[in-house]
């Protein structure tokens, strides 16, 4: 079975610009997780979608930030216009929803974004 | 607000040498609790995880792991350790209540000298 797959792997872009991030989940995971590690920060939670839907998206930073799951597989997070303190690695997870309490998340390979 | 708190930054071990990574963990409720591993160059892997029933979990590697629910710690052991667990440490905690957001530590630096 597939993991979770991330593209880029990098990707470097002046500030001011524009990056789409890739995430293809698991097949037939319907919970789909956005998190972000800054340079020498914890990982933190940016976003939860179920299928198409936006459950959670406390932890987006501001309004630069887009995340999208048309359709309910795949999803892409935008920075527009991206500045130097988006630098870091971003994960991707995915987990399925079985109704129950128990929720494990595989993680994918990340992407590491670095602004100039 | 929930936080998970590992209590090592750095840890430098000589081979065979016992470790022991803090972590301890506010958040209301049953609690899901996790230690990731990310070697050099690799992405996030689950090592062990723990759900309900026996709080002594063990995973890859020789790895295991206590949740102590009276103290809200899940301390990561492992009796002699390798060069290779060279990488560092994520413990993680998400819940229903949370929606399964995860929340994670710091993140501990450990370095196995040869």
Same mark, same amino acid.
């Given at each position: 079975?597939?993991?979770?797959?991330?593209?880029?792997?990098?990707?470097?872009?002046?500030?001011?610009?524009?990056?789409?991030?890739?995430?293809?989940?698991?097949?037939?995971?319907?919970?789909?997780?956005?998190?972000?590690?800054?340079?020498?920060?914890?990982?933190?939670?940016?976003?939860?979608?179920?299928?198409?839907?936006?459950?959670?998206?406390?932890?987006?930073?501001?309004?630069?930030?887009?995340?999208?799951?048309?359709?309910?597989?795949?999803?892409?997070?935008?920075?527009?216009?991206?500045?130097?303190?988006?630098?870091?690695?971003?994960?991707?997870?995915?987990?399925?929803?079985?109704?129950?309490?128990?929720?494990?998340?595989?993680?994918?390979?990340?992407?590491?974004?670095?602004?100039? | 607000?929930?936080?998970?708190?590992?209590?090592?930054?750095?840890?430098?071990?000589?081979?065979?040498?016992?470790?022991?990574?803090?972590?301890?963990?506010?958040?209301?409720?049953?609690?899901?609790?996790?230690?990731?591993?990310?070697? &050099?160059?690799?992405?996030?892997?689950?090592?062990?995880? #723990? =759900?309900?029933?026996?709080?002594? +979990?063990? @995973?890859?590697?020789?790895?295991?792991?206590?949740?102590?629910?009276?103290?809200?710690?899940?301390?990561?052991?492992? &009796?002699?350790?390798?060069?290779?667990?060279?990488?560092? #440490? =994520?413990?993680?905690?998400?819940? +229903?209540? @949370?929606?399964?957001?995860?929340?994670?530590?710091?993140?501990?630096?450990?370095?196995?000298?040869?």
């Amino acid at each position: 079975e597939a993991g979770v797959t991330q593209f880029p792997s990098h990707s470097v872009i002046e500030k001011g610009q524009t990056v789409t991030l890739r995430c293809d989940p698991i097949s037939g995971h319907d919970n789909l997780y956005w998190y972000r590690r800054v340079m020498g920060k914890e990982i933190k939670f940016l976003l939860h979608f179920v299928k198409e839907s936006k459950q959670d998206e406390s932890g987006m930073p501001n309004n630069r930030f887009l995340a999208e799951r048309t359709g309910g597989t795949y999803s892409t997070l935008k920075v527009q216009p991206a500045e130097l303190e988006d630098s870091g690695v971003y994960f991707c997870a995915s987990s399925q929803d079985g109704g129950s309490s128990y929720n494990e998340q595989f993680f994918g390979p990340g992407t590491r974004l670095t602004v100039l | 607000a929930q936080s998970v708190s590992q209590h090592n930054h750095h840890v430098i071990l000589s081979e065979a040498a016992s470790l022991e990574l803090g972590c301890n963990y506010s958040y209301g409720g049953t609690v899901n609790l996790f230690w990731y591993v990310q070697y &050099p160059g690799q992405h996030l892997q689950l090592l062990l995880k #723990y =759900f309900s029933g026996d709080p002594l +979990v063990k @995973g890859i590697k020789g790895f295991e792991a206590e949740f102590i629910k009276s103290k809200f710690s899940f301390n990561l052991r492992k &009796p002699s350790v390798q060069w290779s667990d060279t990488a560092e #440490y =994520f413990c993680a905690v998400n819940a +229903v209540t @949370g929606g399964f957001k995860t929340i994670f530590g710091a993140g501990t630096r450990l370095f196995v000298k040869a």
